[in-house]
Nanobody, 115 residues
Framework: QVHLVESGGGLVQPGGSLRLSCAAS????????MGWYRQAPGQQRGLVAI???????NYAESVKGRFTISRDNRKNTVYLQMNNLKPEDTAVYYC?????????WGQGTQVTVSS
């Protein structure tokens, strides 16, 4: 089993920045991809950004140029740097890890962008 602990969410004004972190622990032996999804009220959960074990990244169009995903393989941790935040970025953000084809989810962290 893999356990994910997220941190870094909160309330921020439009144009502000936040950095999310997600640390994986437990039985870890070969993590493929790590990423972030988000779900706003009344909407389906969707991909924000994902990074492969080799560092290849993929972003949702709505966050390109504003968000940056990175990972520290030694710490089994994935980060999401979010800049120039907009009210439409408000959502619960979920960490996702794929270990040898099995997916694991974090509990979610709330990000609210409001003045």
């Amino acid at each position: 089993q893999v356990h994910l602990v997220e941190s870094g969410g909160g309330l921020v004004q439009p144009g502000g920045s936040l950095r999310l972190s997600c640390a994986a622990s437990g039985t870890i032996f070969n993590i493929y991809s790590m990423g972030w999804y988000r779900q706003a009220p009344g909407q389906q959960r969707g991909l924000v950004a994902i990074i492969s074990s080799s560092g290849t990244t993929n972003y949702a169009e709505s966050v390109k140029g504003r968000f940056t995903i990175s990972r520290d393989n030694r710490k089994n941790t994935v980060y999401l740097q979010m800049n120039n935040l907009k009210p439409e970025d408000t959502a619960v953000y979920y960490c996702y890890v794929n270990q040898r084809g099995t997916g694991y989810w974090g509990q979610g962290t709330q990000v609210t962008v409001s003045s």
